[in-house]
């Protein structure tokens, strides 16, 4: 059973930065892709950032130029790197993990940028 546990959120001023994790376990990390998505109360979880086993990314448009998705197969850990953060970035921050047909979600951890 893989478990994905999620860490680094809390509260930011405009502008600053965060670095989330996300450390897997239970399952063939590197042939996963992995993903984080964002979700806010009443809203549709939305993709933020996605990693391929192949190290291919892609990004939502709202955050291209201001976030980076890396992954380090050795610890079976996501980050998600998040730079010149904005208010309307606050959300419940989730880690996805797609492998070999199933999906498994993290608890969330929460963003929260304000002055």
């Known amino acids: 059973q893989v478990q994905l546990v999620e860490s680094g959120g809390g509260l930011v001023q405009p502008g600053g930065s965060l670095r989330l994790s996300c450390a897997a376990s239970?399952?063939?990390?590197?042939?996963?892709?992995m993903g984080w998505y964002r979700q806010n109360p009443g809203k549709q979880r939305e993709l933020v950032a996605r990693?391929?086993?192949?190290?291919?990314?892609t990004y939502a448009d709202s955050v291209k130029g201001r976030f980076t998705i890396s992954r380090d197969n050795a610890l079976n850990t996501v980050y998600l790197q998040m730079n010149t953060l904005k208010p309307e970035d606050t959300a419940v921050y989730y880690c996805?993990?797609?492998?070999?047909?199933?999906?498994?979600w993290g608890q969330g951890t929460q963003v929260t940028v304000s002055s």
């Open positions: 996805k993990e797609d492998l070999i047909g199933r999906t498994y």
């Open positions: 239970g399952g063939t990390f590197s042939i996963a892709a």
């Open positions: 990693i391929t086993g192949g190290y291919r990314t």
